[in-house]
């Protein structure tokens, strides 16, 4: 149990345009779930934290106004990066806070692969 | 704050050998820690965890790892290696549900 699924998991798309990342706990309820951003050969780097039904949490440095996130549902998290330049290319992967007797790990998605050209 | 430490950026080992990856961490309370393990280009996948009790966790694919308080570590070891088992490994602390990753550690095996 505690399966995370991301979509899409591979998107290119054109400099100045949105891009909508999906994040969806499929056998578990998630009020809270995790964005994060990967660059190659590097560690994950905490964007933001994702509260069902409240704003997002954005770690310093983060633009909230860039990475918008939304948690309407205690499945589903999404991630939208506005108005997309080539250096916001990068891994964006979601995780999620687990289930009642679990809640202090988190389970992630397989990732999504940003391509801006 | 949290930190973690994975001294090791690259490791290579012949399948069928042991594994051992360090990881330091730096927390002021008991700590929650995990290992994940991520294949190239996936997320990451959970391969065990401690919070507290027994020092020395068991996990999937035939990995364990041992916290040691006296010495901040949590050292991951596999007694013999696949060659599946190539992929980055990462130790995280985790505090108020929030995760503090090390940098990874990349596991080459060779035949």
């Known amino acids: 149990g505690a399966v995370v699924s991301q979509h899409p998991s591979r998107v290119i798309c054109k400099s100045g345009t949105s891009v909508k990342i999906e994040c969806r706990s499929l056998d578990f309820q998630a009020t809270t779930m995790f964005w994060y951003r990967q660059f190659p050969k590097q560690s994950l780097m905490l964007m933001a934290t994702s509260n069902e039904g409240s704003k997002a949490t954005y770690e310093q440095g983060v633009e909230k106004d860039k990475f918008l996130i939304n948690h309407a549902s205690l499945t589903l998290s999404t991630l939208t990066v506005t108005s997309a330049h080539p250096e916001d290319s990068s891994f964006y992967i979601c995780?999620?806070?687990?289930?009642?007797?679990?809640?202090?790990?988190?389970?992630f998605g397989p990732g999504t692969r940003l391509l801006v050209l | 704050a949290q930190s973690v430490t994975q001294p090791d950026i690259h490791i290579t080992v012949s399948e069928g050998a042991s594994l051992e990856l360090r990881c330091n961490y730096s927390?002021?309370?008991?700590?929650?820690l995990f290992w994940y393990v991520q294949s190239p280009g996936q997320g990451l996948q959970l391969l065990l965890k401690y919070f507290s009790g027994d020092t020395l966790v068991q996990g999937i694919k035939g990995f364990e790892a041992e916290f040691k308080r006296s010495q901040s570590s949590f050292n991951l070891r596999k007694p013999s290696v696949h060659w599946s088992d190539a992929a980055e490994y990462f130790c995280?602390?985790?505090?108020?549900?929030?995760?503090?990753f090390g940098a990874g550690t990349t596991v080459t095996v060779r035949a």
């Open positions: 995280a602390v985790g505090a108020r549900y929030k995760l503090s």
């Open positions: 927390y002021g309370a008991t700590p929650y």
């Open positions: 995780s999620a806070r687990g289930p009642r007797d679990r809640e202090e790990t988190q389970y």
